[in-house]
């Protein structure tokens, strides 16, 4: 085989296919519902962590505390998260979405994952469970390696 040509049986080829292919996806997503990328990171997060505070959602993006203030206040506007106060913490916001993600048009964002959760629950669990495993030890001797 050239250098030119891909090895569809690489690992690392298959995996930049996935990362592109879901990439792709995210990207028609953020064009047809109109929001930056960090928007869309900021709402599948809140999604998977609903009730999160700022500044947890802050370290994750890697953006300052007047930065995560703006995207949510952004966010606020569009009618796609809101605030509540930590009844144990009156200074604390708790941040939570109010779309529906499994709904259009926000079903846009979640629309790969959900395809791929699908095709993975059609497959051998053992070999996938295998193939977990395996990967993630590749990731973390990769990021092992990194200084």
């Not at 709402?43 to 505070?53: E, H, K, Q, S």
Request: net charge neutral; hydrophobic share 45%.
């Amino acid at each position: 085989m050239d250098s030119g040509s891909s090895d569809r049986s690489s690992l690392a080829a298959a995996l930049q296919r996935y990362i592109d292919a879901r990439a792709a996806a995210l990207l028609e997503a953020r064009r047809v519902l109109r929001i930056n990328e960090l928007d869309a990171r900021a709402l599948l997060f809140i999604a998977a962590n609903p009730g999160t505070r700022p500044g947890t959602l802050s370290n994750f993006l890697g953006i300052t505390s007047a930065g995560v203030t703006t995207l949510i206040d952004r966010l606020v506007e569009r009618g796609a998260v809101r605030r509540d106060v930590d009844p144990a913490d009156r200074r604390v916001n708790r941040i939570t979405v109010t779309i529906e993600l499994t709904e259009a048009p926000w079903s846009a964002l979640t629309r790969f994952d959900d395809a791929f959760t699908l095709a993975e629950g059609a497959g051998d669990q053992e070999a996938i469970r295998r193939f977990a495993t395996l990967l993630d030890g590749f990731t973390e001797a990769a990021a092992g390696r990194r200084a």
